[in-house]
């Protein structure tokens, strides 16, 4: 058998400040390479940016990360908030929420019908303890579980500035508040890696500044790393530790926003698509 270099008495390792290390991660859909032999790690507490061209592979990569997709290839190490590291391939989506490793969508995913706290509840993925039977009759325990976990979500509100309105519906809000729900539902479940998927998209400028700081207080909040996808380059360059490019799968550079900014290689594949 090949030696692993992340094994150590068949145990997964990876380094002591490391929060997630991919290797050799590959997917292809029919004959298209989507993610081709992408290897990087994120350290605790670094904010790591992900950028390429648009169909570059980049949700592609969140989808393979969170276990959405099963790669073709490679391992996904991730250090979980109980500190144990474990190959996350093959895990249920769920699990790895429970490990701490969670994510926001391209697309705004809410359930319009419902307040804005009943969002954040609903899509934190909690597993409530009382019995499905006891939840729908809404015998005490339930009741009392329900109302630890609203206690949290409320609190969660509360420090994105969004507690004055958590009773109103979810429909018509703008989208700027919409995007600060769904980052609101990351928060619930004592994450160690928050996974961002374009979260400055359809943001104004001053929302976007305020988002920066927001991705900032939060990391330092919830001692977590961030891992994020993002076209605004100001964003990610304001924002980010180091910054991945990719194109078309392959990996390009990584690196210091001034390091990514300045490699021609990344500069090309962007011109090559246009200005994004
Ligand atoms: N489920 C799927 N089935 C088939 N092809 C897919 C699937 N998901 C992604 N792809 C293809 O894989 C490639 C990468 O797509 P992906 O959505 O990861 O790109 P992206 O970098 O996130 O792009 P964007 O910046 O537009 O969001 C694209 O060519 C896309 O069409
Ligand atoms: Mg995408």
């Known amino acids: 058998m090949a030696l692993n270099s992340n094994e150590i008495n068949g145990k997964a ?86 490990k701490g490793l969670v994510r926001t969508f391209q697309n705004v995913e809410l359930i319009k019908e419902l307040s804005l706290v009943d969002n954040v509840l609903v899509g934190s993925h909690i597993e409530f303890q009382a019995s499905l039977i006891s939840q729908i009759l809404k015998l005490p325990k339930a009741r009392k579980e329900e109302a630890k976990y609203r206690e949290k979500a409320e609190e969660v509100l509360n420090h994105m500035g969004l507690y004055h309105i958590k009773d109103q519906l979810a429909a018509g809000q ?43 207080e939060i990391k330092d909040k919830f001692n977590c790393s961030i891992l994020l996808v993002e076209h605004d380059m100001r964003f990610v360059t304001d924002l980010c530790d180091r910054i991945c490019a990719i194109s078309f799968g392959k990996l390009l550079a990584i690196g210091t926003p001034g390091e990514i900014q300045a490699n021609e290689e990344v500069q090309a594949a962007y011109l090559g698509k246009g200005d994004e």
């Open 13 to 98: 390792t990876i380094g002591k400040n490391t929060i997630l290390k991919i290797e050799d991660l590959s997917i292809a859909f029919g004959g298209l390479k989507a993610v081709d032999s992408l290897s990087f790690d994120i350290k605790e507490k670094e904010i790591f940016g992900l950028i390429g061209p648009n169909g570059a592979g980049k949700t592609t990569v969140f989808n393979c990360i969170t276990q959405f997709y099963k790669p073709d290839r490679g391992t996904v190490l991730f250090r979980d908030n109980k500190n144990q590291v474990e190959d996350l391939v093959g895990k249920k989506p769920h699990e790895i929420i429970k």
């Open 174 to 216: 703008p989208y700027g508040v919409l995007k600060k729900i769904e980052l609101a539902r990351t928060l619930m479940c004592e994450p160690k890696l928050i996974i961002l998927d374009e979260p400055a998209a359809g943001l104004n400028d001053s929302e976007t500044l305020a988002l920066i700081d927001m991705v900032r």
